[in-house]
């Protein structure tokens, strides 16, 4: 079975610890082969740019909640999809919003899939293993070159 050594890893980017517990416990009973890194908000979150320009793997997908403490979720977006390496990292709006200038803003900023938290753990599962499965596995990185 492969550890994930050498696959590269999910960023989590999630500031609320119910959430994180949950997306952790899905990704976990999933077995998933990434390693999941996690920051717990935006400012953290953007710290992973420098480690990254130093060589650290560039993550997978970017699993990014949009109302963060520090530095919100749609100003991290915003960064990365201005930086011209990083702006290919796959980002996954995982977020309980459901207003529609969120999702209209996250796209116009080029989030690459907009999802919105499921409430109950079975339906977490299923979201993670969509996840795990389109953006682990199907999807070709452009990095991998």
Request: charged letters at 30%.
């Amino acid at each position: 079975m492969n550890t994930g050594v050498n696959l590269p890893p999910i960023l989590l980017v999630e500031d609320n610890p119910m959430d994180l517990d949950l997306t952790l416990r899905a990704f976990n009973k999933r077995k998933f082969s990434n390693h999941v890194q996690v920051a717990r908000d935006g400012e953290e979150a953007l710290a992973f740019m420098p480690r990254w320009e130093a060589g650290e793997a560039l993550p997978a997908v970017i699993l990014l909640d949009i109302n963060l403490p520090k530095v919100s979720g749609l100003e991290v977006l915003r960064q990365l999809k201005a930086h011209e390496r990083f702006r290919r990292i796959p980002v996954v709006m995982l977020t309980s919003s459901r207003e529609d200038r969120d999702l209209t803003t996250a796209y116009d900023l080029g989030v690459n899939s907009y999802i919105e938290k499921p409430v109950s753990f079975n339906k977490f599962m299923e979201v993670a293993e969509q996840i795990e499965l389109y953006w682990c596995v199907l999807n070709e990185r452009p990095d991998r070159l």
